[in-house]
């Protein structure tokens, strides 16, 4: 039987390794933990779609977050992030990215633009201080947009 569904939410302060072997997996629930970094093997997770670990302490996701190819959902609020890889811009599907209240991120890959899907992002509480202040109190689209026309990309 496979189980598509896990929410570990018991103020871990470690993931092992071994969660990379869940692989139908769909849905990952590790918010309101005490987690500072996610395992690499997180990258096996290849059907998952939804993705919280809010309410943690991470200052910054593995590289292997890109190869979450089916990744719809990704929650990552309320962290101490300090950047976000640019392997996010590889999640072709991402639809919510949910990146608020990291009070130390200040920064978004231009990759980013590359998530063409990407529909709601919430960026409240995150000092962004590489983008022009009008640009973020334009909102999300705004930024986006920002990240597509000042990035290296020819996104026409």
């Known amino acids: 039987m496979y189980h598509n569904y896990l929410s ?39 059907e998952l779609t939804r993705l919280i670990v809010a309410s943690n302490q991470l200052t910054q996701l593995p590289r292997s977050i890109g ?27 991402l639809e919510q990215l949910y990146i608020n209240d990291n009070p130390n991120l200040d920064v978004l890959p231009y990759e980013l633009a590359l998530c063409t899907n990407l529909q709601i992002m919430s960026i409240e509480n995150c000092p962004l201080r590489s983008l022009p202040q009008e640009i973020v109190a334009g909102g999300p689209s705004l930024v986006i947009r920002f990240l597509k026309v000042q990035g290296p990309f020819n996104l026409n």
Request: neutral net charge.
């Open 8 to 46: 570990l939410t018991y103020k871990f302060s470690r993931i092992p390794p071994s969660l990379g072997h869940l692989k139908k997996l769909r849905h990952l629930d590790l918010g309101e933990n005490k987690l500072d970094s996610l395992p690499q093997e997180i990258g096996y997770l290849r």
């Open 67 to 93: 190869s979450l190819s089916n990744l719809s959902h990704l929650n990552v609020g309320e962290n101490n992030l300090t950047i976000l890889p640019e392997d996010i811009g590889q999640l072709e599907k």
